[in-house]
């Protein structure tokens, strides 16, 4: 009987040319052929008959998927082999040919799933898997972080868990993970978001970390600055500077009025050891305590600085705490000659005098205001002439939310008019407030050509607004 229908399998594949369908995808339609569905067997025989029969029964083969072999099995060759040459396959060709598959699966109404031999999963995840990047719109699960924690050969994992937070406090499935000795143990690029420090700093305690690149963290949770310290002291003991180059600290949580506290220069200084850095940024904190001594000791520790962001996200923020001067930005650009980018609580209340004579080197550069706009005694021509001079080819981008209801007093509303000609003098370009996130995570794969990636343009939705009386952000990034 089976050699009956395996020949009756065979004629209907022959008459798959009536419909010039691909011969894997006639196969698969033949593949409903057996003795215990017989019913589809001669629905099968039937749709390979003529186009106009095709049609119909079809539509009704495709309601009830075996498995998702028959998607598998119907794809072209090579489609699932390394994924290094994958991206330089004929995807026009590949479109092509599942054209019919993508009408068809619309009328798919049931898939059963098969179990996958562990073997199997482990043939093709253990021992090959190079990179990951999940975007799960669930709370974290910790069997997720525990499986990928035992591969060997992972270097880049970027992992966002997108759940909603309603008290500050968000839940993990079940229990918090658990990393044992050895896990991730070829990682080089971390990025989290929605793991809290401390959870980060136990995936790093869990082995050696000397070739991390890329350290990343975005925590939902209500954290404190003891936490941060740890997670920061953690990074110093553990990685290694020759290779660190990108270092970004967020808080998802904004507006806790009952968790207000400031990033500190001893927050700071953990990371000024390492002397590759090319990114560094803490994002959505309530306040900065980084004298300008300070800030020039930073600089110095980072000559290859590509992008400096520290963006205070207070909704009482006020324009007098501690911001970074214009003279001090000057003596940063000087000492960071590779900065592209700068986004902080700026004070441009008193600009230095530029004797004459003396001139600054030609410096392509971007300038970004963050937090609320500080005072401006003097307008904005004059602050651009001497930004002119100082930096040249320097550009303003408004890192606020101008439609901001923050705007109450005059010194206020006259700061944000002159920041907002500024912009226009220098050719900036408006945007709502930005979210320190992990960007496009692309994978880094040259030490001396590292990519930053704590820029707003490389991922960041920065034309969406952001919705300041809620307690956190309406779209995670």
């Known amino acids: 009987m089976s050699e009956e229908l395996h020949k009756m399998s065979e004629s209907l594949s022959r008459k798959c040319h009536l419909l010039n369908l691909p011969v894997e995808l006639a196969d698969e339609i033949c593949h409903y052929v057996g003795g215990e569905d017989a019913s589809k067997k001669q629905m099968a025989d039937v749709a390979l008959t003529c186009g106009a029969l095709y049609a119909v029964a079809n539509r009704i083969l495709w309601e009830d998927l075996p498995g998702l072999e028959p998607l598998l099995e119907a794809m072209p060759a090579g489609t699932w082999e390394d994924s290094d040459t994958q991206e330089e396959s004929d995807l026009g060709s590949l479109t092509e040919f599942w054209q019919p598959i993508r009408h068809l699966v619309t009328h798919v109404k049931t898939i059963t799933i098969y179990p996958i031999p562990l073997a199997q999963q482990e043939k093709i995840m253990r021992c090959n898997l190079k990179r990951v990047d999940f975007d799960l719109p669930f709370s974290p699960h910790p069997e997720i972080l525990e499986n990928l924690a035992t591969m060997p050969t992972l270097s880049f994992v970027s992992i966002r868990f997108y759940a909603l937070l309603v008290s500050g406090k968000p839940k993990w499935i079940g229990r918090r993970p658990k990393f044992p000795q050895h896990s991730f143990p070829a990682l080089e690029h971390l990025y989290l978001e929605g793991v809290s420090f401390a959870d980060a700093k136990a995936l790093l305690e869990s082995d050696d970390r000397s070739m991390l690149r890329t350290i990343s963290v975005a925590s939902p949770e209500r954290e404190t600055s003891a936490t941060l310290a740890a997670l920061l002291k953690t990074i110093k003991c553990l990685c290694t500077p020759a290779y660190l180059r990108e270092a970004l600290f967020t808080r998802l949580l904004i507006y806790d009025a009952e968790n207000e506290w400031p990033v500190t220069f001893e927050h700071v200084e953990h990371l000024t050891s390492f002397s590759r850095l090319?990114?560094?940024?803490?994002?959505?904190?309530?306040?900065?305590?980084?004298?300008?001594?300070?800030?020039?000791?930073?600089?110095?520790?980072?000559?290859n600085l590509r992008t400096l962001e520290m963006l205070i996200h207070d909704k009482n923020y006020q324009p007098a705490e501690a911001l970074c001067s214009i003279a001090t930005i000057t003596t940063v650009v000087r000492l960071c000659p590779s900065l592209e980018r700068l986004k902080l609580p700026f004070d441009f209340s008193n600009m230095p005098v530029i004797p004459d004579g003396v001139e600054f080197p030609k410096h392509t550069f971007k300038l970004v205001l963050a937090g609320m706009p500080s005072h401006i005694k003097q307008t904005s021509e004059d602050v651009f002439d001497f930004l002119d001079r100082a930096l040249w080819g320097v550009m303003i981008d408004l890192a606020y939310d101008c439609d901001m209801d923050a705007f109450r007093n005059e010194d206020t509303r006259y700061a944000h008019k002159q920041w907002t000609s500024l912009k226009y003098l220098t050719d900036g370009t408006h945007r709502f407030f930005p979210v320190i996130a992990q960007g496009t995570r692309h994978e880094d794969t040259s030490e001396d050509e590292a990519e930053s990636e704590f820029d707003t343009e490389s991922g960041v939705d920065t034309e969406s607004e952001v919705d300041t009386e809620s307690e956190v952000d309406a779209e995670p990034l």
């Open 278 to 303: 090319e990114s560094v940024g803490f994002g959505r904190f309530c306040g900065m305590e980084i004298t300008e001594e300070q800030w020039i000791y930073m600089a110095q520790s980072w000559p």
